[in-house]
């Protein structure tokens, strides 16, 4: 192919084997050349001719923190595209609220990787089909209230209602009163389920923190 047709591009990934592999794998794509991360200064996306970079979560969200900083300064054609194992809701959207070009979840399949690439290098948003199912999650129910998070947040700790109810100072009917709509706008059928929903959503996780 045409090297002026092809697309630049760059990994950035904590992981040494997790990045070697992916070096490896892109580099078979005709369409794509590897460059190598430079070593140095903070701002050096600035002055890279990678057109799309594939990083892990922290790298990209670091990356972003540069690129969009103050008054623009250090603004710069390329794109990021996120690959990690974090797969919640709210960390998937904390990502694109930096200003991530993709979104792609360790495990999924090599081919959408690819597609993934070559989308955000033609400035289309992309999402992998794991991550679009949990955006779809998350869209397809009512949002809880503060109080309906509160009590969930006990619940998923152990707290049984008298004890939700006495750190909340409500009355223990509230408690069933609020678990009875968290059960409706998460659909589970029981705390177990609501828990393992709110886990899968992220909802109790800070975004910016490790996980």
Known sequence: MDSVAAIKVMVLHSEPFVAAGLVEMLRKQDDFILQSPPAG???WLTHSAADVVVADYEAALALLAIVQG?????ATSARLLILSGRE???EIRHAF???AHGYHILG???DQLFDGVRSVHRGVRY???AAACRLADSMAGRGLTGRESDVLRLVTEGCCNKTVARRLAIAPDT???HMKAIFQKLEANNRTEAAAVAERRGLFKQPGARV
């Open 41 to 43: 200064q903070p701002d």
């Open 127 to 129: 999402v992998c089909a």
């Open 108 to 110: 999924g399949k090599s």
């Open 97 to 99: 609220a930096c200003g």
């Open 70 to 74: 103050p008054r623009g300064r250090h």
């Open 88 to 90: 919640t809701e709210s």
């Open 175 to 177: 408690v069933k009163t």
